[in-house]
């Protein structure tokens, strides 16, 4: 094989994993004694995924469950990334259901919730001068809802848009990350955040699967609407759609 051609050989699995765009996907620790957060359960799921051939990169970010400090580690990661990532994903453990939320406000407001340093907030003004909502997105390329409705109709079915993100850990992080970027370089960095079912709710090895496939679709439409990437959807989405 001439030197030039063994060259270009060489470096093509290079050229083509530079040319993915790179998703910062941050998830919480376990809170409140459990073993497992499902947030970082499908962050890893999800760079799994990728890594076995998916059209983008993952960079995985795990956030302590501590109010003011969770944002705080994530501009962190993001900031030391080489590049501008095509998407930050932050993911959290909610209710029975995938929630992809839209807003975020300004009150931790979270009675009977402590995170893992014992704090409890009920009512208290992250920012008492700072808007009292803040859109998920704003300013970016990427908005929450417009990529909701470009899913498909079955995965609609079970991922449903959200304005009542509660006061937790999650609430807090989401509402600060927003206070940051939106009036700095990266206010067009499109982002977003997903709940995911928590573990108490029986959630089955299939259900993961399935939760899988939908945030692959959740990302790959946020990144087709950023214009860094295209919808990949593998054999068994095509079942799942």
Do not use: K
């Amino acid at each position: 094989m001439p030197l030039l051609a063994a060259w270009l050989v060489a470096l093509a699995p290079w050229a083509v994993d530079a040319a993915r765009p790179v998703v910062l996907v941050a998830a919480f620790e376990p809170f409140e004694g459990r073993p497992v957060n499902e947030s970082q359960v499908a962050a890893r799921r999800l760079d799994e995924r990728a890594r076995a051939g998916g059209r983008y990169r993952v960079v995985r970010c795990d956030l302590p469950v501590i109010y003011d400090v969770a944002s705080a580690r994530l501009l962190e990661c993001l900031g030391a990334l080489p590049e501008m990532p095509g998407l930050v994903l932050l993911l959290g453990e909610g209710a029975c259901e995938t929630r992809l939320e839209t807003t975020a406000r300004v009150w931790d407001d979270a009675p009977g919730y402590t995170d893992n340093l014992g704090a409890i907030r009920d009512g208290l003004a992250i920012d008492p001068d700072g808007p009292e909502i803040l859109s998920i997105g704003a300013m970016s390329d990427v908005d929450p809802l417009a990529v909701w409705e470009a899913l498909p109709w079955r995965t609609r079915e079970r991922v449903s848009p959200s304005i009542d993100l509660q006061g937790l850990v999650g609430a807090n992080a989401v509402w600060r990350f927003e206070q940051a970027v939106v009036g700095g370089a990266w206010a067009r960095l499109p982002r977003m955040f997903v709940h995911v079912p928590q573990t108490n709710c029986g959630v089955s090895d299939h259900d993961r699967r399935v939760q899988l496939a939908d945030l692959d679709r959740i990302v790959s439409e946020a990144l087709r609407q950023a214009g860094t990437g295209a919808p990949h959807f593998s054999s068994f989405d095509q079942t799942q759609r």
